[in-house]
């Protein structure tokens, strides 16, 4: 089993960045293929960004290209998502989770079985 622990949100202007981390727990970190989700106000959660596996591509929603970055650090058992250019369409609650990677989904709520308690990011105009 997998605990997930986001950090890092707050608020911040718009064209300003911020980065959020999220810990796991357990030895078989490095075994799971890992996202990043958010939840809007009044909105479904949508992909965000991900890992087709532990150390693999990563892919993103055309919505943050080029100005998210995600990535990990297996010895730290944390990922990371770097936040640059941000929006007021950006504001939202920020999850990371956790699959198998054999359930092929990198962009799909259904495949991830471990989920962080979530951390709120807030862009102002």
């Known amino acids: 089993q997998v605990q997930l622990v986001e950090s890092g949100g707050g608020l911040v202007q718009a064209g300003g960045s911020l980065r959020l981390s999220c810990a796991a727990s357990g030895r078989t970190f490095s075994r799971y293929a890992m996202g990043w989700f958010r939840q809007p106000p009044g909105k479904e959660r949508e992909f965000v960004a991900g890992?087709?596996?532990?150390?693999?591509?990563?892919y993103y929603a055309d919505s943050v290209k080029g100005r998210f970055t995600a990535s990990a650090d297996n010895a730290k058992n944390t990922v990371y998502l770097q936040m640059n250019s941000v929006k007021p369409e950006d504001t939202a609650v920020y999850y990371c989770?956790?699959?198998?990677?054999?359930?092929?989904?990198?962009?799909?709520?259904?495949?991830?079985?471990?989920w962080g308690q979530g951390t709120q990011v807030t862009v102002s105009s």
């Open positions: 989770a956790a699959r198998d990677p054999l359930r092929v989904g990198v962009n799909n709520i259904g495949k991830y079985e471990y």
């Open positions: 890992f087709n596996r532990s150390g693999g591509s990563t």
